[in-house]
């Protein structure tokens, strides 16, 4: 069975961190470009960042400088560190694995909820 379970969100005041984590299971993780992706109430979702199969890394907008993503190949499992956290970073965080080839389907996890909040 396909599970990817992301884990490690809550409540936090602004200006702390938290680190998300996403496991794999019945996937192959490491040959994968892996992303993680939020979405705020009201709002589309959005690409946070993404990770290469050999660890490159993109990190986008507003979150560029306070967030990192990171993978574990051995434990297949993707990281999201997430610093200097703000209100609007408020939102509903699931992690995707990209196809990576034309007839493969993208694999998503359920979400894990991130609020930033005095």
């Known amino acids: 069975q396909v599970q990817l379970v992301e884990s490690g969100g809550g409540l936090v005041q602004p200006g702390g961190s938290l680190r998300l984590s996403c496991a794999a299971s019945?996937?192959?993780?490491?040959?994968?470009?892996m992303a993680w992706y939020r979405q705020a109430p009201g709002k589309q979702r959005e690409l946070v960042a993404e990770i290469g199969s050999s660890g490159y890394t993109n990190v986008v907008g507003s979150v560029k400088g306070r967030f990192t993503i990171s993978r574990d190949n051995t434990k297949n499992i993707l990281y999201l560190q997430m610093n200097s956290l703000k209100p609007e970073d408020t939102a509903v965080y699931s992690c995707k694995r990209h196809p990576r080839l034309a007839w493969e389907r993208a694999y998503w996890g359920q979400g894990t909820q991130v609020t930033v909040s005095s």
């Open positions: 019945g996937i192959i993780f490491s040959g994968y470009a």
